[in-house]
């Protein structure tokens, strides 16, 4: 994979996969507030599915990103990451000055960011010790 097409799936998948699964929970918040009989088991197993399917595919971003750990981009893209989701992770913590919206899945966006501020964090960590043992110190 080239490096450009890697930056832009490290970036986007992460952010995408945030969004898509809290519209996936707001969905089944909804159907089973309309009818509490209709979640089936096929549905409780996609509920289980989803998070571990996400949580693999985040993992081998994470693994596939240590052939780019060499490049000064790399770091700067994770670093920026890092901070953009760990700025939005502290928002609601500012509430009684910022009008945050109130929708439910908008709610659940917020109280997802800071996995995903540890996600990249705990990525340019692993990356840093990771290049430090690998490079043989003379």
């Not at 549905?43 to 596939?64: G, K, W």
């Not at 939005?88 to 501020?117: G, K, Q, R």
């Amino acid at each position: 994979m080239k490096k450009i097409l890697f930056y832009l799936a490290f970036t986007i998948v992460p952010a995408l996969s945030i969004y898509f699964y809290n519209v996936y929970l707001v969905s089944i918040e909804n159907l089973f507030l309309e009818d509490p009989l209709a979640i089936t088991s096929s549905i409780r197993i996609v509920n289980i599915l989803f998070p571990l399917v996400i949580a693999l595919i985040l993992i081998f971003l994470s693994l596939y990103s240590l052939n780019f750990s060499n490049s000064k981009s790399f770091y700067i893209i994770l670093t920026f990451c890092f901070i953009v989701y760990l700025a939005l992770s502290i928002l609601p913590l500012f509430l009684n000055m910022l009008s945050l919206p109130t929708t439910v899945e908008a709610v659940y966006i917020i109280n997802e960011l800071p996995w995903y501020a540890g996600y990249y964090g705990g990525t340019l960590l692993f990356a840093i010790v990771y290049n430090k043992i690998s490079k043989p110190s003379f």
